[in-house]
């Protein structure tokens, strides 16, 4: 199930509200959430769930190996590190890897060893660097233990964030996990955000997703420039408000039931560097490879370079195990080198438009790797983008799909940049101010939801193309 | 002080709006989710043509398969209360996401020097075994109800060449009807047939935007096809006359120039395979009788079938071919549905575009008498009534007005008196032309490709046939599918063959369909209400007329007769006929009103009492 699915909205989604706020205490609510939540989970991974359970059964001992341990002051705790990386590592080598890294092995060496690809369990690459965080964090003392097997289950399986992100880090929930208060400002605020998630995947994502996937398939005609880059454009806007839309949803839910996320977007594309951009896109996996991989080995101090460079390589094949992750990571990593090494300095003294057009460029670029897991189309893309295929630089199907959308492409564009931020901002101050502007303001923005909900709904009866980007992470 | 006041009063202002907006959307989440399980979900979708999705039963093991789950939400999804209005605005909001402009579905530049469409079916297995049930239908359907234009509608346009495998296997997936049976009131799929994609509005058709559906073509499976009906007259030898037409369709008319480098020439396509037609075959050329009549009304806007006007015109080049004079139109009864007509393109594209540019369905009936009568593919032998002209067929549907759809294998009787008798290989284009041969021959055998299994060459002997006609849209004689069906027709063993022809008097025991329902031998002769008065001949079938269709050839008064209203059987036409149950159940229920069990009489003469003289005093005042 996903959340851009009826059955989750009508139909999940209040029967997890009723009896969760039937209760009146948070144990029985906390055991609502996690049969829910299995339950979610086990709707898409009947079989997987256990691993999931297992998984976070192992980082509860884990846990409290560690604590124990470090209560004694032995040296073993870091024990508990170990196998915690071990055992979640290894699932998520065995899984989404495994095949990919004998095939690799294969075309080295020339041996033939069998090559077996696992079905990804949904969910596995979040789930897995959740539970890392956590031990990690309890051995560093970031964190205390958890002594409740359900109250650890509730964090690793909590359905909101648990198949497609954010990377919510144990300390970020801990004491919610155990205490929470109700507040109708959290409940209204998580509310809006879904609603808000729920259009930003139907309405836009979903629209420009299929134009890019008609205009990059070139099959059986070779791509005309203006369509590799009609289309690049198209999957940009795709994976931002698919992706983004996702995690609006997931801190949305977690708002309606007391959890507080931290963000995991902040309007990337309105970015002048590459470093910037990497600050506001996906900042849960980002700031997670920071404070977990870069500054553990180093950050700063010492060969930075290797550092970057690790930590670029892993943030690429996290996303999948195919070589164009691997060097769409490297691309972002080198850039973001450059940067250090000289063009920050270019770019701060520069106009900042010219850095907010490289940044779309790169970006632009960024996603040409990622998007084609066939290096030939890759290639076939770029020749394309320039004209360099002797076919004409563009073609009516390019422009019918374009204007056929037009209105989806502005609105994509145009809230690509802090508009409604800034436009909710300035209700919140009306509240002050005036009763009449702030009431006439907070109907308007009602309206504008009740209607992204309805024409999402609507959409939704009769979409066959509803793909979540992120869900095979 | 004042400043805290302020604060304590924006905090309350906020607090209302947070209560009212957690209110209402709380209640709208539950209060919807209530909603969904209270009111009753639909099963069929009127607007796609097809069964809805069903609540999967739960087992531990479709559990862990994960099946019982997708079905769940499939299902959730699929039967949402008003689903069919639901996806009408779905398809305005569609059109609301930018400026209207032609749209292309699943469509790509094709060579203009040579037809090289890539055949997803090409890697099929030979033989597609010809199912005749219920339930493989409704689960091939339930894969094809995803419209994702570029994969559904033209499997064959995703299919690389050289990624020969995933493809094929890709286009066997989205080609959702595939397999389906033959009892359906059920019109030829889009998907069955090789195409380049759909293209909407940007093309005019009399005056009015259309849909149409580009022909890539595939000059290899066109030799096939030529060289198999070659094969068939090689077997029959002369005795047996062997006709070959292959219809072009809209696009080779109506598509504006612009964008000829997305279809190929069906001309030439056409003319391509009539050069590889050996032994003798005799050539219809179709062709030019239909461009001589490219500014009548003779392709649907939203369906990619001919109107019954088109294949009138091919049928006077069928007449030339085969020696006589066809009536004229004015021979005919003209009737034109009140209820406007959205076809296949609207539910391929679910382009509001072709939903706000619906077709008129005129059709002509011939004169003459008739009977009808439906074989069942598997056994042969039991027959039941077929109107041929079933009018109640309505929605988008509506194209199974001719013969009732695509499934049947069916014979008609006709009282033509001129010595000649054809069967007849089709798809869904012949539906539209079969009747007309009702003048040109004594007994006609109507084949579809598609769904019949048994030997043709016994059958054709069997039967005593002295023509044999193909008849083919350029699409489906391109399509290795369809080629596939008439070399398994060719090839598959003679000895399977039970057919016995059924004489003019024949007894059929009364028989129980699957709704219980008893299945009469009724008599089948066509009620053109001109003929009708003055011959003794009774037509049971006329009490279906429906009120629907306004009849051109009569004072208005002729739809308001309170006889024809009174009718017990005009029930039937209310009903969404979808499924075979309901078709059966219609053609069936004459009978009731008919002496039913053993009609040993010939049926044609015997007007069986009471219905027939309703209808009589029906049609009486008419004239």
Not at chain 2, 465 to 483: P, Q, R
Request: hydrophobic share 40%; aromatic share 14%; proline share 5%.
């Amino acid at each position: 199930m996903v959340f851009s699915d009826l059955l989750f909205i009508y139909m999940f989604l209040p029967l997890c509200l009723v009896l969760y706020y039937i209760f009146p205490n948070t144990t029985y609510r906390n055991g609502v959430l996690i049969i829910f939540s299995l339950a979610f989970y086990s709707f898409g991974e009947p079989v997987w769930v256990l691993l999931l359970i297992g998984s976070a059964l192992v980082d509860y001992l884990n846990g409290l190996f560690i604590d124990k341990c470090k209560k004694r002051r032995s040296r073993a705790a870091v024990l508990g590190v170990v196998m915690s990386l071990v055992i979640n590592l290894g699932v998520l080598i065995l899984f989404k890897y495994s095949g990919f890294i004998m095939e690799n092995v294969n075309a080295l060496t020339g041996l033939s060893l069998p090559v077996r690809r696992f079905t990804l369990p949904i969910g596995i690459s979040f789930y897995t660097f959740q539970t890392i965080s956590y031990t990690v964090d309890v051995y560093c003392g970031r964190a205390r233990v958890q002594r409740s097997f359900l109250d650890f289950l509730l964090y690793v399986s909590l359905f909101f964030q648990l198949v497609a992100g954010p990377i919510v880090r144990y300390t970020t929930v801990a004491n919610e996990i155990s205490r929470r208060r109700f507040s109708i400002f959290d409940m209204s605020r998580g509310i809006e955000r879904f609603v808000l998630g729920l259009g930003k995947k139907v309405i836009i994502a979903n629209s420009l997703g299929s134009i890019a996937d008609e205009l990059l398939t070139f099959e059986t005609a070779p791509v005309s420039a203006a369509a590799a880059w009609a289309g690049i454009l198209m999957f940009s806007f795709q994976i931002y408000y698919d992706f983004s839309g996702y995690s609006d949803m997931a801190i949305g839910l977690g708002l309606m039931f007391g959890f507080h996320f931290d963000e995991n977007f902040n309007y990337p594309y309105i970015s002048k560097s590459a470093s910037e951009f990497w600050r506001r896109w996906h900042i849960s996996l980002g700031s997670f490879f920071r404070d977990y991989v870069y500054i553990p080995m180093g950050g700063n101090r010492s060969h930075q370079i290797l550092n970057i460079a690790v930590v670029w390589f892993l943030t690429g094949f996290w996303h999948g195990a195919s070589w164009n992750y691997i060097f769409w990571g490297l691309f972002w990593g080198l850039l973001v080198a450059i940067e250090k090494l000289f063009l920050r300095k270019v770019l701060d003294k520069i106009p900042s438009v010219f850095g907010h057009l490289y940044l779309l460029a790169a970006a632009a670029a960024g996603w040409m790797l990622f998007y084609f897991e066939d290096l030939g189309k890759l290639k076939q893309c770029f020749f394309g983008m320039f004209g360099m295929n002797g076919i004409p630089l563009s073609d009516e199907i390019t422009a019918s799909l374009l204007k056929g959308s037009c209105f989806v492409i502005i609105a994509a564009a145009v809230f690509s940049c802090p508009v409604y931020r800034m436009l909710s901002e300035k209700t919140e101050a009306l509240a002050a101010k005036s009763a009449l502007a702030y009431t006439a303001a907070k109907i308007g923005e009602n309206i504008v939801l009740l209607g992204i909900l309805a024409v999402s709904s609507i959409l939704l009866v009769k979409q066959s193309y509803n793909p979540f980007l992120y869900f095979r992470y | 002080m004042r400043y805290v006041r302020i604060n304590l009063k924006a905090d309350a202002r906020k607090r209302a709006a947070a209560i009212i907006t957690t209110s209402i959307f709380t209640a709208l989440f539950i209060g919807m989710g209530a909603v969904s399980l209270i009111l009753e979900r639909p099963t069929v979708s009127e607007t796609e043509n097809r069964d809805l999705e069903t609540l999967p039963g739960f087992s531990v093991q479709s559990y862990l398969s994960g099946n019982f789950a997708a079905q769940l939400d499939k299902y959730f999804t699929d039967t949402v209360p008003f689903r069919d209005k639901l996806t009408e605005y779905a398809a305005v909001l569609e059109n609301a996401k930018g400026i209207p402009s032609p749209q292309f579905y699943g469509v790509k530049i094709v060579n203009p020097e040579s037809a090289e469409m890539i055949d997803a079916f090409e890697q099929d297995t030979l033989t597609e075994p010809v199912v005749h049930d219920e339930k493989s239908r409704t689960a091939d359907q339930s894969d094809g109800t995803s419209l994702v234009p570029a994969e559904t509608v033209s499997p064959s346009v995703t299919a690389p060449p050289a990624a020969s495998a995933p493809s094929a296997a890709s286009g066997t997936e989205t080609s959702p009807n595939a397999e389906s049976s033959g009892d359906e009131e059920f019109v030829g799929d889009i998907s069955d047939f090789l195409n380049n994609g759909i293209l909407v509005d940007g093309v005019d058709m009399y005056g009015e935007k259309a849909g149409i559906m580009l022909f890539g073509g595939n000059d290899k499976q066109g030799q096939r096809y030529a060289e198999l009906i070659s094969s068939y007259k090689r077997e029959l030898g002369d005795g047996v006359n062997v006709y070959n037409m292959v219809v072009p369709t809209s696009v080779e008319f109506y598509l504006p120039k612009k964008y000829s480098k997305f279809s190929n020439s069906e001309k030439r396509e056409i003319e391509f395979i009539y050069s590889k037609l050996t032994d003798g075959v005799i050539p219809v050329d179709a062709y030019s009788a239909i461009e001589a009549h490219k500014d009548e009304y003779i392709y649907f806007r939203t369906d990619h079938h001919w109107t019954d006007l088109g294949a009138y015109y091919a049928y006077t080049a069928f007449c030339n071919a085969i020696g006589q004079t066809p009536p004229a139109l004015s021979d005919y009864t003209v009737k034109t549905k009140d209820e406007p007509f959205v076809g296949s393109l609207f539910g391929y594209t679910n382009n509001i575009i072709l939903k706000n540019n619906p077709d008129t369905f005129t059709y002509y009936m011939t004169k003459s008498d008739f009977k009808g009568e439906t074989y069942n593919y598997r056994t042969i032998t039991l027959s039941e009534a077929n109107p041929i002209y079933h009018q109640y067929a309505t929605g988008s549907n509506m194209y199974g007005m001719f013969l009732g759809g695509d499934g049947y294998h069916i014979k008609i009787t006709t009282s033509a008196g001129t010595g000649r008798k054809i069967v007849m290989f089709k798809e869904s284009y012949g539906n539209a032309f079969a009747p007309y041969l009702i003048d040109s021959f004594d007994e006609i055998y109507v084949i579809d490709i598609r769904y019949f299994g048994k030997n043709a060459l016994q059958y054709i002997k069997d039967v005593g046939a002295t023509d044999v006609l193909f008849i083919n849209n350029v699409f489906a004689a391109n399509t290795s599918k369809l080629i596939d069906g008439i070399e398994r027709l060719l090839i598959s063993p003679t000895g399977t063959i039970v057919y016995t022809a059924p004489a003019e008097t024949t007894s059929v025991p009364v028989e129980t369909d699957q709704q219980g329902l008893p299945i009469g031998q009724v008599s089948q002769t066509q009620p053109p209400q001109q003929t009708v008065q003055g011959q003794q001949m009774q037509q049971v079938q006329q009490t279906q007329q429906t009120q629907q269709v306004q009849q051109q050839t009569q004072p208005p008064s002729a739809n308001t007769q309170p006889a024809q209203t009174a009718q017990p059987v005009q029930s039937a036409q209310t009903q969404p006929v979808q499924q075979s149950q309901q078709v059966q159940q219609v053609t069936a229920a004459p009978a009731v009103t008919a002496p039913p069990a053993a009609t040993t009489q010939p049926a044609a003469t015997a007007p069986p009492a009471p219905a027939a003289t309703v209808t009589q005093t029906v049609t009486s005042p008419a004239g």
